[in-house]
């Protein structure tokens, strides 16, 4: 197979010097584009414009493309998906900003655009940060691919220790239909320490159906590539 895997975060420029980001390292994406590849697979990596990158990089085995913003990140994929067309599936890992900085205003009611190559001057005591908010990139996917059959995978991360909030998360992303595969995992799982432990993630069909736990990072690689394999064998017979 050809997957295009993102991973990751944006960047939200607030002005020349400042931004607004996430948690995400890309640890994961690293690590699941170096599995797929060792497996034989075609590996693209799109990835944050600081996140971790897996050590094959060097000898040219994993194909990379680098984003930086919430635009770019969805412009890059459109393009990719629009113009190759060998790509069968999608795992979309990128933490994505709900958010865009858009205007400035100051105490005294000037109000002036986000994302400037200047530096925000320090002198008032309080600012206004007005925001956009941002469609999601996962529901467009399929559209990029222009009706092609592909694959896609979707990732949730919550930060709660309500099951009924993780429920409900989950589900608002099936309900759209936009998923083959949804994958959740919450903060309070997942390991402070750069190894595979204590990395408990869930995977879901499209209906909503659990598929599998997996307690590492290496058994959800293994895992999600099963289930991949599964829908590429129904898909390409």
Same mark, same amino acid.
């Given at each position: &197979?050809?997957?295009?895997?993102?991973?990751?975060?944006?960047?939200?420029?607030?002005?020349?010097?400042?931004?607004?980001?996430?948690?995400?390292?890309?640890? #994961?994406?690293?690590?699941?584009?170096?599995?797929?590849?060792?497996?034989?697979? /075609?590996? &693209?990596?799109? *990835?944050? $414009? *600081?996140?971790?990158?897996?050590?094959?990089?060097?000898?040219?085995?994993?194909?990379?493309?680098?984003?930086?913003?919430?635009?770019?990140?969805?412009?890059?994929?459109?393009?990719? !998906?629009? %113009?190759?067309?060998?790509?069968?599936?999608?795992? *979309?890992?990128?933490?994505?900003?709900?958010?865009?900085?858009? #205007?400035?205003?100051?105490? @005294?009611?000037?109000?002036?655009?986000?994302?400037?190559?200047?530096?925000?001057?320090? %002198?008032?005591?309080? &600012?206004?940060?007005?925001?956009?908010?941002? $469609?999601?990139?996962?529901?467009?996917?399929?559209?990029?691919?222009?009706?092609?059959?592909?694959? !896609?995978?979707?990732?949730?991360? #919550?930060?709660? %220790?309500?099951?009924?909030?993780?429920?409900?998360?989950?589900?608002?992303?099936?309900?759209?239909?936009?998923?083959?595969?949804?994958?959740?995992?919450?903060?309070?799982?997942?390991?402070?320490?750069? @190894? /595979? !432990?204590?990395?408990?993630?869930?995977?879901?069909?499209?209906?909503? /159906?659990?598929?599998?736990?997996?307690?590492?990072?290496?058994?959800?690689?293994?895992? !999600?590539?099963?289930?991949?394999?599964?829908?590429?064998?129904?898909? $390409?017979?």
């Amino acid at each position: &197979m050809k997957i295009l895997i993102t991973s990751g975060g944006t960047e939200e420029p607030l002005d020349g010097v400042r931004y607004i980001t996430n948690f995400s390292t890309g640890r #994961t994406g690293a690590g699941l584009a170096e599995y797929l590849t060792a497996l034989g697979n /075609d590996v &693209m990596l799109l *990835h944050g $414009y *600081h996140a971790v990158l897996p050590p094959h990089i060097q000898n040219g085995t994993i194909e990379t493309l680098r984003y930086r913003t919430f635009s770019d990140l969805d412009a890059q994929l459109q393009r990719t !998906l629009e %113009s190759d067309r060998d790509i069968t599936a999608v795992i *979309h890992l990128a933490a994505v900003s709900d958010y865009t900085p858009e #205007t400035f205003e100051t105490p @005294d009611g000037k109000i002036f655009p986000a994302g400037g190559q200047g530096k925000i001057s320090s %002198s008032a005591k309080t &600012m206004i940060v007005h925001f956009r908010r941002n $469609y999601k990139i996962l529901s467009k996917i399929r559209g990029y691919a222009q009706g092609r059959a592909i694959i !896609l995978t979707g990732f949730k991360l #919550t930060n709660t %220790s309500d099951p009924n909030e993780k429920i409900a998360a989950i589900q608002k992303i099936l309900q759209d239909k936009t998923c083959d595969l949804l994958v959740h995992n919450d903060l309070n799982e997942i390991g402070k320490a750069s @190894d /595979d !432990l204590h990395h408990t993630a869930a995977i879901y069909s499209a209906n909503g /159906d659990p598929l599998s736990l997996t307690q590492t990072k290496q058994q959800l690689f293994e895992q !999600l590539y099963t289930h991949i394999c599964h829908l590429h064998r129904r898909f $390409y017979p």
